[in-house]
């Protein structure tokens, strides 16, 4: 027979009024509870769930870049009070080479660091090192240094300084700063392989691009590259061209030989390029403006108060060498000011997580799998990998992560589904003879 409490009065161990923590799980937010005998639970706060998601990776060790981005969005950053963004202790920020700190060498451009790194290996008396013993030490250090930052200079990256944060290098950039990497390696006999490595790249930074695979070749080592830009074409030693088209229409060998031998060939694409016999485009009358996106004020990166008058109804092309500024104008300056009017069409990876691909991110996917249920007249969500369809093994990712000591995660097809992300028991059901795999790995011109 349980006891009549008393008006006014309170459980034990549950006061009246008692506070239930909430935000970021200290003590900065509560709220009163109403009802004495529900639990009092402490809340971790969104920003704690925020703080926890951002820079976090997954199972495979890969970051969620997509969604780390739109976290993103809800931090700021400034720079440090006590070491005024250096990253450094008091100590390494006061101690000098030449009379230079590390804080003021990673704020020169690479060419600047470049003369610089020449005074100091002449030992010029402004820049001298005091000290015999301290400049022998020196010596192999400022040359394998002087090595580094010439091949970045080499391809044309001397504008950039030490400091440059790496995420806020364009794709350009990037891609000849990993390519500077190999060509100050001391290797021969290897077997370089480059994807279409003046991607995005202006024509006179793919002039320097092709410099330095040559002298990647030079140094007698092999280098293959997968490449549309004819210059680059042009400067190979021997071409392989693959066509006659895409899709089911390619994939065959129509060409195998010399540049001479192309040029002379105008039965290819590439051929009748190089050879200047292709079809070019006649000069046209181009549109005038219906009105202008102002942008103004633009101040990010390489860019210093800039104001650029954005044409409507037109084909607007924004061109420059790579590092120009050229994307940040547009992200930085007409998304950020114009952004009810944008819609951004960029390289990023397409759907929400690494799990999507084509058929999710075009919803094609809940129709196939409302297909499947009507003609096997089985459960819709039994055709889905990220529910009751899904492979046991590897959840219906389809890999399995594999950890490596010393170098970062590899991924492995599932031995279980071969990669299928689905059950075998699921497999098992056919819509006009193919499974909901099978549907999947067909292309959109067969789908």
């Given at each position: 027979m349980s006891k009549k409490r008393k008006k006014g009065s309170e459980p034990a161990g549950k006061p009246a009024g008692k506070k239930a923590k909430v935000g970021d799980g200290s003590a900065q937010g509560y709220r009163k509870t109403t009802n004495p005998t529900i639990p009092l639970k402490t809340w971790t706060g969104i920003m704690s769930m925020l703080r926890k998601r951002v820079g976090n990776k997954d199972a495979k060790g890969d970051k969620d870049t997509k969604n780390e981005s739109k976290d993103l969005e809800y931090f700021s950053t400034q720079p440090c009070a006590t070491c005024n963004g250096c990253r450094l202790k008091k100590r390494p920020r006061e101690a000098t080479i030449a009379g230079r700190t590390i804080t003021a060498l990673g704020e020169l451009e690479m060419s600047h660091f470049l003369e610089w790194v020449d005074l100091v290996a002449e030992n010029k008396a402004e820049f001298k090192i005091e000290g015999d013993d301290k400049l022998k030490l020196a010596k192999p250090l400022i040359n394998n240094l002087r090595s580094r930052i010439k091949a970045l200079c080499d391809l044309g990256l001397g504008y950039l300084t030490l400091n440059r944060p790496a995420g806020t290098l364009s794709g350009g950039e990037s891609q000849r700063v990993r390519m500077a990497c190999h060509m100050h390696c001391a290797l021969t006999g290897v077997l370089y392989v480059l994807?279409?490595?003046?991607?995005?790249?202006?024509?006179?930074?793919?002039?320097?691009?092709?410099?330095?695979?040559?002298?990647?070749?030079?140094?007698?080592?092999?280098?293959?590259?997968?490449?549309?830009?004819?210059?680059?074409?042009?400067?190979?030693?021997?071409?392989?061209?693959?066509?006659?088209?895409?899709?089911?229409?390619?994939?065959?060998?129509?060409?195998?030989?010399?540049?001479?031998?192309?040029?002379?060939?105008?039965?290819?694409?590439?051929?009748?390029?190089?050879?200047?016999?292709a079809k070019k485009h006649e000069w046209r009358v181009t549109r005038k403006a219906k009105d202008f996106l102002d942008v103004v004020g633009v101040t990010a990166n390489n860019l210093k108060d800039v104001a650029v008058q954005f044409p409507l109804g037109c084909l607007v092309a924004v061109t420059g060498v790579s590092g120009s500024g050229k994307s940040t104008l547009v992200t930085h300056g007409l998304v950020k000011q114009h952004s009810e009017r944008v819609v951004v069409v960029d390289q990023s990876g397409v759907g929400r997580s690494n799990r999507s691909n084509l058929a999710t991110y075009s919803d094609a996917f809940d129709q196939i799998r409302s297909f499947f249920q009507q003609q096997t007249k089985q459960d819709k969500g039994l055709f889905s990998f990220n529910s009751a369809g899904a492979c046991e093994q590897c959840e219906g990712s389809g890999v399995l992560a594999v950890e490596m000591m010393f170098l970062s995660s590899a991924s492995v097809v599932c031995p279980s589904c071969a990669g299928s992300r689905y059950r075998d028991s699921v497999l098992e059901h056919r819509a006009r003879g193919k499974s909901i795999a099978e549907v999947l790995e067909m292309t959109v011109d067969e789908a």
């Open positions: 994807d279409e490595p003046t991607i995005g790249l202006h024509a006179q930074d793919a002039a320097c691009i092709v410099k330095s695979l040559q002298a990647m070749r030079d140094a007698g080592n092999t280098v293959l590259v997968v490449e549309h830009d004819i210059s680059v074409v042009r400067a190979a030693d021997h071409v392989i061209e693959i066509g006659p088209k895409s899709g089911i229409a390619g994939g065959e060998v129509v060409f195998e030989g010399t540049v001479a031998d192309l040029t002379s060939n105008n039965a290819t694409p590439s051929g009748r390029m190089l050879s200047q016999t």
